[in-house]
Antibody, heavy 123, light 110 residues
Framework: EVQLVESGGGLVKPGGSLRLSCAAS????????MTWVRQAPGKGLEWVGR??????????DYAAVVKGRLTISRDDSKTTLFLQLNSLKTEDTAVYYC??????????????WGQGTLVTVSS | QSVLTQPPSVSAAPGQKVTISCSGS????????VSWYQQLPGTAPKLLIY???KRPSGIPDRFSGSKSGTSATLGITGLQTGDEADYYC???????????FGGGTKVTVL
């Protein structure tokens, strides 16, 4: 059974930074494309960014709203995905989910999701 | 403002059918497969449909998906109270080089 467990959420001040982790198990992590999706309170899903498997180049794509502030990385030896978001704004307040699945030209589908971790940006 | 457009809400009586539309453009739905997700209150989303009309293992055939041109549709037949949830469509947008979701549709069982 695939398990994704996010951690690192909490209260952060505007202008600050956050680093989230997503520990994965039950899958061949080094073959997995990993994505971060967020959901502001009472709002819909928002795709944040994605990192391909190392075999497929390990490259990243980011949503325009976070480009320049976001870095997604992975440590395949620890089967862990990371999200680093800088220059935080109040509108970054959301539950952040990690998810697995191919997402690129042709198709985009996330077959496993974590339980999410809440990030609140407030002074 | 979401890239993909969904109706905010749909409703029907138990046992009836609902359909949820998802409208996009040639840069997203028109040239990429669509997926659908169910999000029950307080839980993470769950994949219902991928590649327009395929169901993952364990998803009942009451859920179906279709696509025509730049629009996609999710159908739910034999509506049950447990189907009350928010439903989202998603796909890749080749112009944005990003994944995109619809704004979500709340299904209410009357």
């Amino acid at each position: 059974e695939v398990q994704l467990v996010e951690s690192g959420g909490g209260l952060v001040k505007p202008g600050g930074s956050l680093r989230l982790s997503c520990a994965a198990s039950g899958l061949l992590f080094n073959n997995a494309w990993m994505t971060w999706v967020r959901q502001a309170p009472g709002k819909g899903l928002e795709w944040v960014g994605r990192i391909k498997s190392i075999n497929d180049g390990g490259t990243t794509d980011y949503a325009a709203v976070v480009k320049g502030r976001l870095t997604i990385s992975r440590d395949d030896s620890k089967t862990t995905l990371f999200l680093q978001l800088n220059s935080l704004k109040t509108e970054d307040t959301a539950v952040y989910y990690c998810a697995t699945g191919y997402c690129s030209v042709g198709s985009c589908a996330f077959d496993n999701w974590g339980q999410g971790t809440l990030v609140t940006v407030s002074s | 403002q979401s890239v993909l457009t969904q109706p905010p809400s749909v409703s029907a009586a138990p046992g009836q059918k609902v359909t949820i539309s998802c409208s996009g453009s040639t840069s997203n739905i028109g040239n990429n497969y669509v997926s659908w997700y169910q999000q029950l209150p307080g839980t993470a989303p769950k994949l219902l449909i991928y590649d327009n009309n395929k169901r993952p293992s364990g998803i009942p055939d009451r859920f179906s998906g279709s696509k025509s041109g730049t629009s996609a549709t999710l159908g739910i037949t034999g509506l049950q109270t447990g189907d009350e949830a928010d439903y989202y469509c998603g796909t890749w947008d080749s112009g944005l080089s990003a994944g995109v979701f619809g704004g979500g549709t709340k299904v209410t069982v009357l």
